[in-house]
């Protein structure tokens, strides 16, 4: 018996429409009716066009560019499934803005990822749903339940299909020693040998590639990372690979393609071969230019929002 809602509804906002649309097309069910837009001040207005009362309501909305206008859509829907009588509130956000600042690396900085947390759980969701957080812990700083699934599977069986048997004679490079362990996963599921670049930071989105720890000459590399923003480390990793380690071809993946400022210009004049994105964020309209391929998240999430609905463990996804 399903407690919490009669019936599943799924609801959008303006940050990634076409992955929940895709996401309702595997479910089987309508994207709710719903509209989010502006006031003339720029204040979130949301109305929704059907009832929810009792349901069990996810709202798919990753906290991408402007990220603060998304955020506030999110909290704003939230708001109104909640006071509308939704049995059970959903946020799925398959990119968690704010990620990045969660701990005080200086004195008087922010926890924003805590402080989002808490704006989340106030504003009335009943746990949340994301994917690959920049920081693992950051799960800790919900007191609702949160579900992190991981992009791993999916660029394994990418790879896979791609390169087949070949696979066992590459090496997958973590960007920095902070992607180790997440690298380290990937290659062990390929059955790669690992490798790990060692930068320095002078400041935020400037690093210096200092050395390359572990052989790559005259193999070919997959550079594994959480998220893209500005491609600089991305683009130094490739180049000190490369140049440093010689290493004979450069291909990349991250989860999340932020792709802020000098990002594809970075790309395009970079030795990467491919750049393989998931979707949590929409894709960039120049990413054919950058040879950036954008692989489907929808499946994953499709199957994680049934079993939540169905009260099934999610555990399966995480193989």
Known sequence: MISHGKDIKIFTGNANPRLAQDICRIIGTQLGDAEVKRFADGEASVSLYETVRGSDVFLVQPTCKSVNDHLMELLVMIDACRR????????????????????????????????????????????????????????????????????????????????????????????DVGSVARARTFAQKLHMNLAIVDKRRQKANQCEVMNVIGSVEGKECILFDDMVDTAGSLCNAAKAIVEVGGAKKVYACASHGVLSGPAIERLKDSCIEELALLDTIPAHPDAEQARIKYLSVAPMFAEAIERIYQEISIAKLFG
Do not use: W
């Not at 048997?165 to 960007?175: A, G, K, L, N």
């Open 84 to 175: 509308a009588s939704a049995g059970r509130v959903t946020a799925v956000i398959p990119y968690y803005g704010y990620a990045r600042q969660d701990r005080k690396a200086k004195a008087r900085d922010p926890i924003s990822a805590k402080l989002v947390a808490n704006m989340l759980t106030a504003a009335g969701a009943d746990r949340v749903l994301t994917m690959d957080l920049h920081a693992a812990q950051i799960q800790g700083f919900f007191d609702i339940p949160v579900d992190n699934l991981l992009g791993n599977p999916i660029f394994v069986d990418y790879y896979a299909k791609k390169f087949g048997s070949d696979c066992e004679d590459m090496v997958v490079v973590s960007p």
